[in-house]
C-alpha cells in the first residue's frame, strides 16, 4: 500500500508504509515542522511512532507474517466456502429453489452480479473520499476549498482542477491523482 509524506505543502516523499515511517524520521531530524504522512487508498493521515533507529522503525512497520491457517469447519473448505445463515421470506425460498442450480448456485450468481454491477460506482466513491480526507488535512485554510469539495463530490474533476489552480503545486497533484484514481 502506497503512502504519501509531506511538510507543510511539499511532498517529500511517497512509497511504502516501512520506507515512509523511515523518510518521517530523517525529516524530523532535519528540522521538519509540519510532518504529515497519508495513506493514498484512502487519504487519512498515518501516525507513527518514530523511536529507534531506522532499521527498527522499518521492522515495526513491515508488513506482518501471514496467520497460521485457521482449523477447517462445515462447508467446502477447498473452495472456500464456509456455511452462514440467510434470512427470506417463504415465497423467496420457493423462487431461489424453483432456479436451475437451486438456492447456493442462484444466490452465487446474484452477489456476483451485484459486486460487478457496483465496482465502479464503489471505486469512484473511495476515491472522491480519499480526495477528500487529504483536502480536509491539507487544504482546508486554501482559498476556494468549499468549492473544491463541492465540485469533486458533483464529479465535476475539471472544475476542481481548475479551482484548485492556485494552490500548492504539490497539494493541487495529490488531490487530483487520488480524485482522479
Known sequence: MSHTLFDGHRRLAAGSLPDMAVALLEASRGGSKWLLLFEDATGRQVDIDTRGSPAE????????????????????????????????????????????????????????????????????????????????????????????????????????????AAWPADVREHAGHLAHA
Open 57 to 164: 522503525i522499518a521492522a515495526r512497520y513491515a508488513a506482518p507474517e501471514s496467520a497460521p491457517a485457521a482449523p477447517r469447519g462445515p462447508g467446502r473448505p477447498r473452495l472456500g466456502v464456509v456455511p452462514r445463515e440467510v434470512t427470506l421470506l417463504p415465497h423467496q425460498w420457493e423462487w431461489l429453489a424453483a432456479q436451475p442450480g437451486g438456492a447456493s448456485v442462484t444466490l452465487r450468481k446474484l452477489v456476483e452480479h451485484a459486486r460487478k454491477a457496483g465496482a465502479a460506482d464503489e471505486h469512484t466513491r473511495n476515491a472522491r473520499e480519499a480526495a477528500y480526507h487529504f483536502l480536509h488535512a491539507m487544504a482546508g485554510h486554501l482559498p476556494a476549498y468549499e468549492e473544491v469539495t463541492r465540485a469533486l463530490f458533483a464529479g465535476d474533476l475539471d472544475r476542481m482542477d481548475a479551482l484548485m
